[in-house]
């Protein structure tokens, strides 16, 4: 059974910084795309970034390329996403997500979420 677990978000002011971690478990974690979504209240759940299986290739969508950074480390079967440069409309649940296969095309498992909240 795969189980995802995000570690606890928090609260940042615009501008500042936080990591998000997101620990794997249930199958082998380096055959695995990774990556992570985000909800803000009331909104529909968008994808934020993605890492394929090796770490070789990432993906970001707009509003955070050049702010956010995903990674990963195989060896502790763990996805980060640290987030630089905060704006308020960062402000979301992040979901941890596992896709299918080694490329991030059919997300499969998700965490259970945690809340990030950006003061302005």
């Known amino acids: 059974q795969v189980q995802l677990v995000e570690s606890e978000g928090g609260l940042a002011q615009a501008g500042g910084s936080l990591r998000l971690s997101c620990a794997a478990s249930g199958r082998t974690f380096s055959s695995y795309a990774m990556g992570w979504f985000r909800q803000p209240a009331g909104k529909e759940r968008l994808f934020v970034a993605a890492?394929?299986?090796?770490?070789?290739?990432?993906n970001y969508a707009d509003p955070v390329k050049g702010r956010f950074t995903i990674s990963r480390d195989n060896a502790k079967n763990t996805v980060y996403l640290q987030m630089n440069r905060l704006k308020s409309e960062d402000t979301a649940v992040y979901y941890c997500?596992?896709?299918?296969?080694?490329?991030?095309?059919?997300?499969?498992?998700w965490g259970k979420g945690t809340l990030v909240t950006v003061s302005s």
């Open positions: 890492i394929s299986r090796n770490g070789g290739m990432t």
């Open positions: 997500v596992q896709y299918s296969g080694g490329f991030y095309l059919s997300p499969e498992y």
